[in-house]
């Protein structure tokens, strides 16, 4: 099956710091990148839908100037939390859609900010 | 979100039993629903799918079940082994967007 690599799988910041995760597709091209956001226990929350060439489009409630989300390919999709707090400590995970229902999901990243 | 839950719902059953694991979607949009499967610390991982106009659909040990009428959705795994212990997730596409949207996810432990 297509593979997503996320990277890194997890990383540590300190409180004011940027981080950026990055996703890509290995073997297939994506014309849509999903970014979640996952809490302990919970569900995956989409944060954002991400086209190549275009600006994302995030759901209610996410701050885009703080979730920066860059999808400069068709293969690599990247978010950036900037000027992390505790609070952004979470699993974030992508996913890389070919089509409209097919969806292929990383690693997950789990950021912890200290 | 529409089905995003603050607390996981847990189903332990013992190694060699089937299990079944329940969802309920919101939005009767929806035309596409996939069961996922996620280890502690990994991204989700397909399991099996099911189109609207289907009621039933069966892959290896595992049998989706889509009532449409009350919204509801069941993933049963047959002949429950300890690698099946995760948290399951149901997911919804359709509507104008196909965003792909989570259930509240059901921890699944399997005794030995």
């Known amino acids: 099956g297509a593979v997503v690599s996320q990277h890194p799988s997890w990383v540590i910041c300190k409180s004011g710091t940027s981080v950026k995760i990055e996703c890509r597709s290995l073997?297939?091209?994506?014309?849509?990148m999903f970014w979640y956001r996952q809490f302990p226990k919970q569900s995956l929350m989409l944060m954002a839908t991400?086209?190549?060439?275009?600006?994302?489009?995030?759901e209610q409630g996410v701050e885009k100037d703080k979730f920066l989300i860059n999808h400069a390919s068709l293969t690599l999709s990247t978010l950036t939390v900037t000027s992390a707090h505790p609070e952004d400590s979470s699993f974030y995970i992508c996913s890389a859609s070919v089509g409209l229902t097919e969806a292929f999901f990383g690693q997950g990243t789990r950021l912890t900010v200290v | 979100g529409e089905n995003v839950g603050l607390h996981l719902p847990t189903l332990s059953v013992q190694e060699g039993d089937n299990s079944i694991i329940n969802c309920a979607y919101s939005n009767s949009a929806s035309d596409y629903f996939i069961w996922y499967k996620q280890e502690s610390g990994k991204g989700p991982q397909f399991i099996i799918d099911i189109r609207s106009n289907m009621d039933k659909r069966q892959g290896q040990r595992v049998t989706v079940l889509l009532n449409k009428t009350v919204k509801h959705l069941s993933l049963q795994i047959a002949a429950t082994q300890p690698g099946d212990s995760a948290v399951y997730f149901c997911?919804?596409?359709?509507?104008?967007?196909?965003?792909?949207?989570f259930g509240k996810g059901t921890l699944l432990t399997v005794n030995p």
């Open positions: 997911a919804e596409i359709g509507g104008s967007n196909y965003k792909l949207t």
């Open positions: 073997d297939f091209q994506a014309t849509t």
């Open positions: 991400s086209n190549e060439g275009s600006k994302a489009t995030y």
